[in-house]
Structure formats: structure tokens, C-alpha cells
């Protein structure tokens, strides 16, 4: 199947610091996604990206759709403690049901 | 709404035994999934559902049976549990099937240990 390969698995900041992952893949995907896992919880939607070359905003968190559709980076600007958690991107191919994830970004906030 | 429920939160098994995972969604969803979450490996899809009566296997369905009887619910059997399936388990639904996965809705996820 598709593989996902996320990077870092782990990022130890200062908070102010920005912050910045990225995802590849072997693999054309049509859409990319970004997720925050809180623990004990599951995966809430940060951005969903369509097309290629998309970069998208929210809030604090930018993210872009790379060109060639095989990548996907996730910026955060002036992090601050609630932003730790683990960063999961997710790759969907047109019409297909199945979803690949990343293993994940582990990111720390020191106050 | 309750939006995404999943029951029970914690359960250890003894291998070979057999258990549901019951996942339910208030929200008339028509997509629902299962994934579990193992150490260092993101998700991975083990079964989904496109509607009631509908449903069809993601990257990891071994093991694992699910159906659809009804639009809320979703339950997760694992019909001779083994150590292997040891993992956190999520249900997830969405309003649209297909395409539109983007918009999933997570439970807060079953932690499964299997003895």
C-alpha cells in the first residue's frame, strides 16, 4: 500500500519558536490532510488541502499541497503550549475510500 | 449531539477470546470507519462503511468483522482476539461517502490489550 513518511517524529521547541513537517509519499495523492491528537483522544482536522500547489491557513498553522502531489508541509507560527500534541498528515486518492496517515509528529512546547 | 461514541474505553482480553467494540454517531453520517493506532505507525484502516447494509475492507481487515445494520451504528468484532491486535482503536464518521473523508469525525478511541 501507500506509505506516508512523515518528518520529524519529534520536535522539541521553545514556545515562540515556529515550527515546521512535512510529508511525502511514493504516491500521487488528490487530497492531503493535517491532524492534531490530543492524548487519550482521537485525531481532530486542522486543514484539508485539494488541489496542487494549495497552501491554506488557519489561524496560526499554514499548510501547502506540494506541486508534484506526492508531499505536504504543516508550519506553525509563535507556538505556544497548547499546541503539544502529535501532528498526523493523511493522503486520500480521488474516489478512493482508503486513507493513509503518517506515523506522526511528536511536538513539545517548552513554556 | 454526542457526536462520535465508542464503548468500552479500556478492555483486556485473553488471546482467543472474542469481543464488539461498539462504535455509534448522532450525527447521519453516512461513512463510518474503524482504524487502530499502534506506536510509531500513524492509523491504519481495518474496515468502512458507505452506508447501511455497505461495507468493505481498508489496509488491515484480518481478524476483524464489521456491519452496518443501521446508519448510527458500527460495532467492531474481533472474533479470537490475539496479542497482535493489542492497539487503540478508532471509530470515525463523515457526512459523505467516498470522496469527502476530509471532514471525519474521531471517537475518543477504544485501548484494546490482548493477553
Known amino acids: 500500500g501507500q506509505q506516508l513518511n512523515q518528518s520529524p517524529q519529534s520536535m522539541f521547541i521553545q514556545e515562540g519558536e515556529d515550527v515546521s513537517m512535512n510529508c511525502t509519499s511514493s504516491?500521487?495523492?488528490?487530497?492531503w490532510l493535517w491532524y492534531k491528537q490530543d492524548p487519550g483522544e482521537g485525531p481532530v482536522l486542522l486543514i484539508a488541502?485539494?488541489?496542487?500547489?494549495e497552501l491554506t491557513s488557519n489561524g496560526r498553522l499554514t499548510a501547502q499541497f506540494g506541486i508534484t502531489r506526492k508531499d505536504s508541509f504543516l508550519n506553525i507560527s509563535a507556538s505556544i503550549p497548547s499546541d503539544v500534541g502529535i501532528y498526523f498528515c493523511?493522503?486520500?486518492?480521488?474516489?478512493?475510500?482508503?486513507?493513509?496517515f503518517g506515523a506522526g509528529t511528536r511536538l513539545t512546547v517548552k513554556p | 449531539n454526542a457526536g462520535v461514541t465508542q464503548t468500552p474505553k479500556f478492555q483486556v482480553l485473553k488471546t482467543g477470546q472474542s469481543m464488539t467494540l461498539q462504535c455509534a454517531q448522532d450525527?447521519?453520517?453516512?461513512?463510518m470507519s474503524w482504524y487502530r493506532q499502534d506506536p510509531g505507525m500513524g492509523l491504519r484502516l481495518i474496515h468502512y462503511?458507505?452506508?447501511?447494509?455497505?461495507?468493505d475492507q481498508g489496509e488491515v481487515p484480518n481478524g476483524y468483522n464489521v456491519s452496518r445494520s443501521t446508519t448510527e451504528d458500527f460495532p467492531l468484532r474481533l472474533l479470537s482476539a490475539a496479542p497482535s491486535q493489542t492497539s487503540v482503536y478508532f471509530c470515525?464518521?463523515?457526512?459523505?461517502?467516498?470522496?469527502?473523508?476530509?471532514?471525519?469525525?474521531f471517537g475518543p478511541g477504544t485501548r484494546l490489550l490482548v493477553l
Open positions: 470515525a464518521s463523515s457526512p459523505t461517502p467516498g470522496g469527502g473523508q476530509e471532514t471525519q469525525y
Open positions: 462503511s458507505v452506508g447501511a447494509g455497505i461495507t
Open positions: 493523511a493522503g486520500q486518492m480521488y474516489n478512493n475510500n482508503d486513507m493513509r
Open positions: 488541502l485539494y488541489k496542487a500547489g
Open positions: 504516491s500521487i495523492f488528490n487530497t
Open positions: 450525527m447521519n453520517h453516512e461513512y
